[in-house]
């Protein structure tokens, strides 16, 4: 079935720090949506997007949806304690905009 | 903004017994609902949708006779974990589909089967 991989698995960073993780498929998809989950809470969307090379921000977030359709990145600038957390990635597949795949998960540490 | 609740958030019982979660919106109506399951420090696997007023979509894998899905009205839709086990132990997050294709997720209910 399809997969999303999320790269790194996890990071542990400073206060202030920007930092970078990714998400790639084998195949394309129609939507890529990032989330974060703090421990045992639901999901939270951050960021959606729809169409190929689109560059969205959503505050310090910032997220691109790969023109290949086959990945997405998401950046944070300048860390806060609060974005610890597990942040997901998710896809719709085509022929399917109902559903979602969602990605390994980076666990993210920020130390003060 | 949509909101979803569960209840209960967290249960525990013995290994045998059925498990019913409650999945609601609470300010908008949804035609089309999902469960996951989470177990520890992995992703979330989508088990089935649940459409209202007809029959759940299972995902492969997943036993319909032991998940059983009811999405009987607009803002509610039920999973009832038959005979639980053990392994049957996961945290079960739900998701309401908004207008435009969202999906707007629950806080999870952590079963715990003795």
């Known amino acids: 079935g399809q997969q999303l991989n999320q790269s790194p698995q996890s990071m542990f960073i400073q206060e202030g720090e920007d930092v970078s993780m990714n998400c790639t498929s084998s195949?394309?998809?129609?939507?890529w949506l990032w989330y974060k989950q703090d421990p045992g809470e639901g999901p939270v969307l951050l960021i959606a997007?729809?169409?190929?090379?689109e560059l969205t921000s959503n505050g310090r977030l910032t997220a691109q949806f790969g023109i290949t359709r086959k990945d997405s990145f998401l950046n944070i600038s300048a860390s806060i304690p609060s974005d610890v957390g597990i942040y997901f990635c998710?896809?719709?597949?085509?022929?399917?905009?109902?559903?979602?795949?969602f990605g390994t998960g980076t666990r993210l540490q920020v130390f003060p | 903004g949509a909101v979803v609740s569960q209840h209960p958030s967290r249960v525990i019982c013995k290994s045998g017994t059925s498990v019913k979660i409650e999945c609601r919106s609470l300010?908008?109506?949804?035609?089309?609902m999902f469960w996951y399951r989470q177990f520890p420090k992995q992703s979330l696997m989508l088990m089935a949708t649940?459409?209202?007023?007809?029959?759940?979509?299972?995902e492969q894998g997943v036993e319909k006779d032991k998940f059983l899905i009811n999405h009987a009205s607009l803002t509610l839709s039920t999973l009832t974990v038959t005979s639980a086990h053990p392994e049957d132990s996961s945290f079960y997050i739900c998701?309401?589909?908004?207008?435009?294709?969202?999906?707007?997720f629950g806080p999870g209910t952590r079963l715990t089967v003795l």
């Open positions: 997007l729809y169409k190929a090379g």
């Open positions: 998701s309401a589909l908004g207008l435009i294709n969202e999906q707007f």
């Open positions: 998710a896809g719709s597949p085509p022929g399917n905009t109902d559903k979602l795949i």
């Open positions: 195949s394309i998809f129609n939507t």
């Open positions: 649940s459409n209202e007023g007809s029959k759940a979509t299972y």
């Open positions: 300010d908008f109506q949804a035609t089309t």
